[in-house]
Nanobody
Framework: QVQLVESGGGLVQAGGSLRLSCTLSQPIFGFNATGWYRQVPGKSRELVAILRSSMSGLSTNYADSVKGRFTISRNNAAHTVYLQMNSLKPTDTAVYYC?????????????WGQGTQVIVSS
């Protein structure tokens, strides 16, 4: 069973920074992708940032709304994925979820953390 445990959410003023952490119960190199999503009440969960592994290496993708402000990274030895969030805006307020994708027996399985609340005050 894969477990993801997030931390680092909280309340911050607009323009401030937060760093979210997500620790996996298994080595990161076993996953096709690790990333962060967010969700506000009444809306679908949306991709914020993702790290994908392939034969050619690592690639990153960001939502347009966070490009230049957020950075996703990982520490393989610590089994941890980070989301550094700078220049935060009230529109970044959401529950942030860590995710990890893994191919098992020919199927892609996606695992989720429990979510961590981020509130950005104006």
């Amino acid at each position: 069973q894969v477990q993801l445990v997030e931390s680092g959410g909280g309340l911050v003023q607009a323009g401030g920074s937060l760093r979210l952490s997500c620790t996996l119960s298994q080595p990161i190199f076993g996953f096709n992708a690790t990333g962060w999503y967010r969700q506000v009440p009444g809306k679908s969960r949306e991709l914020v940032a993702i790290l994908r592994s392939s034969m050619s290496g690592l690639s990153t993708n960001y939502a347009d709304s966070v490009k230049g402000r957020f950075t996703i990274s990982r520490n393989n030895a610590a089994h941890t994925v980070y989301l550094q969030m700078n220049s935060l805006k009230p529109t970044d307020t959401a529950v942030y979820y860590c995710s990890a994708e893994k191919t098992e027996e020919g199927s892609v399985h996606k695992y989720w953390g429990q979510g961590t609340q981020v509130i950005v005050s104006s």
